[in-house]
């Protein structure tokens, strides 16, 4: 009897062992897809990215995981899943677009499927891959290389075969708390400006005095060359000089707390933007929602934030000032410019000198955006044929900064069609890297600018195309886009960020390197959100713009400025590393498996160096390199973030003990000991 049981029990127990060993069919989209990193929207669960039926060059599908580049799922498979499967494409939802992707398929970090780049109305393409003993799987869809436009992309039938588990865990390994590093500014004054600023002979002087501290301050300003005087109660320094030279002057602060000085030298000579641009666009925020009342608001947010008091003094206004060519303004008469080829602008922005004025009686200045083919990338009217139109209304409304795109002029590389601009696409980026057809529309209007009879700071927004780097100063430009378009993920800052040390040697004073605005705060195009971007990501973000000298441009809502994201913006040792009169920019001088060291060097002698973990897991480990990094002997290290001195160090025999968050950074400041 007793051994019937026993008999009956192990055969219970091997059928049980065998259903849990047997193979099941788990879902994707059964998973948790809310992990998911992605470009835009949110993961559609059976839905496209815009919660629509999910389609394929035509076919449609019931199931399946809806996301938009560049995009990232990491999934546990702890060895029991065998198998996964499923079709792969581009959403037709997309019609009308020349969206491009990359789907890819990663095991424990190694490739080991790809699609090869797809376009839309491409066949879904099935995948099939064996996963036996792979511990981490990750899915993810790139921007094929030409930035992440109109990228809806469709992960359909997607299934896993498992051992033993019906189920399988999504996780994101980044910490998503945000926590602050930079201590608050003090009562007593300080001066946070760059030690360098450059203008022209004759074009309007104007700069305000970034200082923190208590108010009421009252500024002044020793050996001011003639033709500038200073407002002693904001601290703003206006007029013009007539000739060329340098001059050293000494700007002071006080208050009830105090009084400090600190050094200027204006250079008034041919060079300008000395220093990298610091302010904010309206693109990343508001996109084609744009207003003359949002951009005043912006400069208000920007002095009431106390933004302003560390040195971020632009506001550019992206596209969507001008007309669009969809006709849709009320106050639109179908023209987009007047009878002698003066652009108009759109029922938004009734008055440009007037927000122009608006905007230097705060001290700050005033950017604009526009295209040389005949559309902007957003369908406004662009500058084609009418360039010294253009530049004569920046200069007659005050405008302090031209960013000129390149969207359209891929269709008039060769002259307009049929002469008829309406036949011109919006986005035609072809060309670009032709040393001649390419550079032509930005000499030509680089010297229209420059003989304007104000400073205009040039930026050019062509994304890297035939290495502007190595020409963009011949146009007399100050700054060039070297990648295409940022978004609030971390495989974008990734990639961008990555992609910078090309062109490193090129940047000086003057001349910069651009890898696009900063994804922090309130973004989203239109569709206000708070950015993607993890807080340690955040944190390496703005490290290595600021050790690769880049222009700092905040793309986020300024009224909707959180303790955090002001926190981030306000570190005035991190922005001076940034702003260095050196102006040099940081390059990677070593890397440790996914950790990548940066190496600025300063106009004191001293070395910024950022310790940027791109990669998920945390970097510990005691760090001795430093020959590498061109460092030796007696050195203090600075805790940039926490503004903090740490330990000095021998080099030579002492090592810096790290411990870094995945996505994060360590950004520190070396000093040799005097
Ligand atoms: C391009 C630029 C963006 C923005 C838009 C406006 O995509 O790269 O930064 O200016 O055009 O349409």
Partial sequence: MLKNKIHILSIAFLLAGQISKAQSAVWLDKLDLSVATQGNGKPGI?????????????????????????????IKLNGKATKFSALVGLDDEMKGHEPAVEFEIYGDNKKVWSSGIMHLGDQAKPVSVSLKGIKQLELVVTDGGNGPYYDHAD??????????????????PIASEPYILTPRPAAVPKINSAGIYGV?????????????????????????????????????????????????????????????????????????????????????????????????????????????????????????????????????KGQFRDKDGYILTNSKFPDMKNLGDYIHANGLKMGIYSSPGPWTCGGCAGSYGYEKQDAESYARWGVDYLKYDWCSYGGVIDGLPDNDPSKVPSLAFNGGGDLDKGVKPFKLMGDLLYGQPRDIVYNLCQYGMGDVWKWGDETHAQSWRTTNDITDTWASVKSIALAQDKAALYAKPGNRNDPDMLVVGVVGWGNPHQSKLKPDEQYLHISLWSIFSAPLLIGCDLEKLDDFTLNLLTNDEVIAVNQDALGKQG??????????????????????????????????????????????????????WRQKDLAGIDVAVQSLPLDIPAHGVAYYKLSPLK
Avoid at 62 to 68: A, E, N, S
Avoid at 591 to 610: F, N, S
Wanted: net charge positive; hydrophobic share 35%; glycine share 10%.
């Fill in 46 to 74: 059976n839905t496209s990215v815009d919660g629509k039926k999910l389609t394929i060059a035509g076919k449609t599908f019931d199931r399946g995981f809806g996301t938009h580049a560049e995009s990232s799922l990491l």
């Fill in 155 to 172: 992960w359909v039938d997607a299934r896993f075969e498992t051992t033993g588990v019906s189920t399988l865990e999504t996780f994101n």
């Fill in 200 to 332: 022209r002979p004759g074009s309007a002087f104007l700069f305000r005095i970034p200082a923190t501290g208590e108010r009421p301050m009252a500024f002044a300003a020793k050996n001011l060359p003639k033709g500038l005087t200073i407002d002693s109660q904001t601290g703003i320094i206006t007029g013009k000089i007539d000739t060329k030279g340098t001059y050293e002057v000494l700007l002071s602060a006080k208050n009830a707390k105090g009084s400090v000085s600190k050094k200027l030298r204006i250079e008034s000579g041919d060079k300008i933007a000395l220093t990298p641009t610091m302010g904010w666009n309206s693109w990343n925020c508001f996109g084609h929602e744009v207003s003359a009342d949002k951009v005043k608001r912006a400069a208000d947010a920007l002095v009431r934030s106390g933004l302003v008091n560390h040195g971020w003094n632009y506001i550019n206004i992206d596209d969507s000032w001008q007309y669009n060519r969809d006709g849709k303004d009320p106050s639109f």
């Fill in 587 to 640: 390059i990677c001088l070593n890397t440790i498996g996914e950790l990548k060291i940066y190496v600025k060097d300063l106009e004191d002698g001293g070395k910024a160096v950022a310790f940027a973990n791109f990669g998920r897991e945390k970097a510990k480990l005691s760090y001795k390199d430093f020959k590498k990094l061109g460092i030796s002997g007696q050195q203090t290290v600075r805790d940039l």
